[in-house]
């Protein structure tokens, strides 16, 4: 199994950008597809971005297009979500998962397709 840890989170006036990190640990990283997630105050944790386990292919929720990127750096075993243009809506705990692949090329966006979590990381965005 692999074990995950998030990072990067904080406090950020309205436009601005954070990068979050999850540091991943336990069996190789390259073998999961990755996600993110996010659960605001009072509401249920939803689905932020989905990256393969090549790293080629990526989907992100409407909310987050074009102000959000994914991307993993294999050899650090590391996941990111570069975050910019952030809006006072994007305020939430920010969680990473992953998902044993099989196939290199695909993503994952429901919550139930993923198998490990990490304990998540608390972005406030001011207005």
């Known amino acids: 199994q692999v074990q995950l840890v998030e990072s990067g989170g904080g406090l950020v006036q309205a436009g601005g950008s954070l990068r979050l990190s999850c540091a991943a640990s336990?069996?190789?990283?390259?073998?999961?597809?990755m996600g993110w997630f996010r659960q605001a105050p009072g509401k249920e944790r939803e689905f932020v971005a989905a990256l393969s386990r090549n790293g080629v292919s990526t989907y992100y929720t409407d909310s987050v297009k074009g102000r959000f990127k994914i991307s993993r750096e294999n050899a650090e075993n590391t996941l990111y979500l570069q975050m910019n243009s952030l809006k006072p809506e994007d305020t939430a705990v920010y969680y990473c998962a992953a998902h044993t692949a099989v196939y290199g090329s695909v993503w994952y966006n429901r919550q139930s397709e993923y198998e490990y979590w990490g304990q998540g990381t608390q972005v406030t965005v001011s207005s």
């Open positions: 336990g069996r190789t990283f390259s073998g999961y597809a």
